[in-house]
């Protein structure tokens, strides 16, 4: 007598195997995309610096200013989740048979990049925003 996991490891051991190549995968893919989110939020903020001048000149409080540029970068980014959320919802059909112990409509794994990519547009925008509004109003439009 044996336990079944003794008789059934040769045959689960290639599944587990690919299982955790589509996690290292899926980690590495994700990591990339915060990269890139964060390098195109900040050079887009970035390039408004003459902008965020202006309006600090003409009496706009830095709050408010960083404000409309976070939520304008937040705002982009969902609406890339969401695109991508109906993509991942019609195309989980082709990849879910090769998924081991997990759906391919795991709510809690795209929950979670979900806010990690959320997260990256924050920090990609508040960052370069605060720093832009910080800059004094002359030398942002002396800039250009």
């Not at 590495?28 to 600090?56: M, P, S």
């Not at 059909?93 to 759906?103: I, K």
Request: with cysteine.
């Amino acid at each position: 007598v044996r336990p079944m996991r003794s008789l059934l490891e040769s045959q689960l051991r290639p599944w587990e195997l690919g299982a955790a190549m589509f996690a290292i995968f899926g980690g590495v893919a994700l990591a990339l995309a915060a990269v890139g989110l964060y390098g195109v939020i900040a050079y887009g903020v970035a390039q408004r610096t003459h902008e965020v001048g202006v309006r600090v000149a003409l009496g706009a409080r830095r709050a408010d200013v960083v404000a409309l540029v976070v939520g304008q970068a937040v705002r982009v980014t969902v609406a890339g989740l969401v695109l991508g959320l109906a993509l991942t919802w019609f195309g989980v059909r082709w990849v879910e048979p090769l998924l081991y112990g997990v759906s391919g409509h795991d709510p809690m794994t795209l929950g979670i990049v979900c806010v990690a990519l959320l997260g990256v547009a924050l920090a990609a925008s508040a960052l370069p925003a605060r720093r832009a509004a910080a800059v004094d109003p002359v030398t942002a439009l002396r800039s250009e």
